[in-house]
C-alpha cells in the first residue's frame, strides 16, 4: 500500500473517531436528560435545547461516518493507481519515484559537487 492511501486512511479513522465520540456523546446526554431530576420553571425549555442537541450530534455522527466511507474509497482509488502505475512502470513499490523521483540519498552527485567548485 502506497503512503499516500495511508495518509488518506489515517484520515478515515480520525473521521469514524470524531463520529464515534458525537454518538456516544448524544447517547449520554439522553440519558442524563431522561434520569436528571429537573428543578427548575424552565426544565421543559432546557430538555427541549439539549434533546434538539442531541440530534444534531446525531446528525453530524452520521456525516463523520459518511465521510470516512468516502475517504476509504479514495485510498482505495490512490492504491488502484499506484498498483497501475507500478505495473507500468515494471518496478513494484517504485511508482512514487517515477512521479517524485529517487529517494533523495539514491540521487546523483552533481557534478559541481565531486569537482569541489560550482559548474561554469
Wanted: glycine share 4%; hydrophobic share 35%; charged share 25%.
Amino acid at each position: 500500500m502506497s503512503s499516500l492511501a495511508d495518509d488518506i486512511r489515517a484520515q478515515a479513522r480520525v473521521a469514524r473517531t470524531v463520529g464515534t465520540s458525537l454518538s456516544t456523546t448524544a447517547s449520554n446526554t439522553r440519558t442524563k436528560i431522561t434520569t436528571m431530576h429537573w428543578k427548575s420553571t424552565s426544565a421543559d425549555f432546557c430538555r427541549q435545547k439539549l434533546t434538539e442537541f442531541t440530534r444534531i450530534m446525531d446528525q453530524r455522527s452520521a456525516d463523520a461516518h459518511a465521510l470516512a466511507i468516502t475517504i476509504d474509497k479514495h485510498a482505495a482509488s490512490v492504491e488502484s493507481r499506484v498498483d497501475t502505475l507500478e505495473t507500468i512502470v515494471g518496478l513494484p513499490g517504485r511508482a512514487v519515484d517515477a512521479v517524485t523521483g529517487p529517494p533523495t540519498h539514491s540521487r546523483p552527485i552533481p557534478t559541481e559537487a565531486i569537482r569541489g567548485g560550482a559548474a561554469r
